[in-house]
């Protein structure tokens, strides 16, 4: 727990997107904790409304953040119940393994519409109610936006995405006063990393290095609630992403290396392995 947050939190207006489950959810009742008024989306409506319930009654929309219209409507309305907004935090998203060559194409549509137009979607509805002062928008991205692992294209491809409408947002927001983050983690205990990476061929592949080591997702939130309360530009987690961003290539060229050797046979066994999305698509199966 970081000391200090809450007066820099508290009366804060947040909107968090994916707040159904995992960072989002945990994420929402801390800045509640801390005195922040919080909007919740997402798309498991009675998952949301249990979380909603745990923020202290906070507002919340059931939203498919890959639709527009949605997602404008969603952020409209909840900002006009939270009497405006501070800090939108994009974090909704998606993963699963595909091979590019041989796997489902559905897969990398469909993660590529959560995690790209899902985050573009929510800062541009939300846009215009945090450039001022104080506001803050914050895109959730990953570690796999600098470092690029076989078998999650799909996903790296993504949050590179995301890192890159951050940067591109931060820019054309300065004038305004407000600021942009984007947020790194690794591997973090949560539902996506245990349904997305937990595959036989990625076990086929097997755990290397710091890049795969699973962290409490504690550390994710302690780490979002400082920088949130501190409108930081780069926030990560667990401690040795920070300072591997700038070295991406090296990382890139040391995994390239040490995959190598059992990226055949995982491979054979990713294009007979049926995988599912994370999170479960409205209408949609994987």
Known sequence: MFKG?????AGRAVLVTGAARGIGAALARRLFERGARVGLVGIEEPLL?????????A???SCDVTQRDQVDAAVAE???ELGGLDVVVANAGVAAQLPIVGGNPEIFERTMAVNVLGTYYTL??????IGHARGYALSVSSLAAAVHLPLM?????????VEALGNSLRIELQHTGARVGTAYFAEIDTDMTERGFGTKAASRIGRF????KVAPLERAIEALEKGIATRARTIAAPGFVLPLL?????AQRFVDAVIRRDIADALAIAREERVELTTPQPGRRA
């Open 49 to 57: 409304a249990e979380q909603a319930r745990l923020a202290g009654g």
């Open 209 to 212: 290095g710091p890049f795969t």
């Open 124 to 129: 541009r509805a939300a846009g215009a109610h």
């Open 246 to 250: 700038p070295f991406r290539f090296v």
């Open 5 to 9: 947050t809450d007066h820099q939190l």
């Open 153 to 161: 294209g799909a996903y790296c491809a993504s949050k590179a995405a």
């Open 59 to 61: 507002p919340f929309r």
């Open 78 to 80: 909840i900002a006009k």
